[in-house]
């Protein structure tokens, strides 16, 4: 059993930066199958960064030179590095571990 604890969310202004933390509770392989969703209010869950299993990172278009995600296997631990957020980044943002297991949500909204 997995358990993912984030950590980070908030409210913040436009423009404004924000760093999101995911530990991983329990036996897991590697940071390397965790990765970063999120749900706007009214819109389904949708990637927002990941690892790949041949370590590689894929972001959504949308977050590309905003966001960067970073993993240290040794704290079972991904981040989120959001910068220059707008308000339509302004979601619950999920942790998962292979897509199977997941966090209870953080709120992140971005407002003047």
């Known amino acids: 059993q997995v358990q993912l604890v984030e950590s980070g969310g908030g409210l913040v202004q436009p423009g404004g930066s924000l760093t999101l933390s995911c530990e991983a509770i329990?036996?897991?392989?590697?940071?390397?199958?965790m990765g970063w969703h999120r749900q706007a209010p009214g819109k389904q869950r949708e990637l927002v960064a990941t690892?790949?299993?041949?370590?590689?990172?894929r972001y959504d278009d949308s977050v590309k030179g905003r966001f960067t995600i970073s993993g240290d296997d040794a704290r079972n631990t991904i981040y989120l590095q959001m910068n220059n957020l707008n308000p339509d980044d302004t979601a619950v943002y999920y942790c998962?571990?292979?897509?199977?297991?997941w966090g209870q949500g953080i709120q992140v909204t971005v407002s003047s």
């Open positions: 998962s571990y292979r897509e199977v297991y």
């Open positions: 329990g036996s897991i392989f590697s940071t390397l199958f």
């Open positions: 690892f790949t299993p041949d370590r590689n990172i």
